[in-house]
């Protein structure tokens, strides 16, 4: 069996009129990210790593922020389209392991619900799914509330 390893890392700036999305979920906050699409981090650099490890260059050339179809969109699609273009060329998702670095909201809460909904769009079991939060200790822009960011390392496996 052949495996590949990728990373993703994404970032957004926290502005006020935008909803929060995260691991494909809306999250109740008072400020949302900036982006082309609906700008879920955490969706994005998971796309990156999956992109990368199936060496498919990254989510912006796939999905460029010019691209009229992809203005709003919603970051779950943009999985799914992931996912498929992986599977085009013979790999499947075999786990993931993400890390989300906000000051507020706190994510924690909702880590179970994140979970559920990328192992679905990926086709494998929560168990495989690995999300963690952390903050920066009030240092840089993610510690001055400014902007969120997520790092995401995937394992894909080339189906037989």
């Known amino acids: 069996m052949k495996i590949r390893v990728g990373f993703g890392f994404d970032v957004h700036r926290l502005v006020e009129g935008r909803d929060l999305w995260m691991g494909g979920i809306k999250i109740d906050h008072s400020l ?15 796309c990156d790593a999956l992109l990368g490890a199936a060496n498919m260059r990254d989510i912006g050339y796939h999905f460029p922020d010019t691209a009229a179809e992809t203005d709003g969109i919603d970051s779950k699609v ?3 389209k992931t996912v498929g273009l992986i599977a085009a060329k013979g790999y499947a998702v ?3 392991d993400a890390t989300i670095c906000a000051e507020r909201p706190k994510m924690n809460p909702h880590i179970p619900a994140m979970k559920r909904v990328l192992a679905s769009l990926m086709g494998i079991g929560e168990d495989d799914v690995s999300i963690k ?24 496996e080339k189906k037989a």
């Open 78 to 80: 943009l999985l799914a």
């Open 94 to 96: 075999g786990n993931v």
């Open 133 to 156: 939060a952390t903050t920066t200790e009030r240092l840089g822009y993610t510690g001055r509330e400014e902007g969120i960011s997520a790092y995401a390392v995937v394992l894909i």
């Open 32 to 46: 949302g990210l900036l982006g082309h699409s609906d700008a879920d981090v955490l969706i994005h650099a998971i």
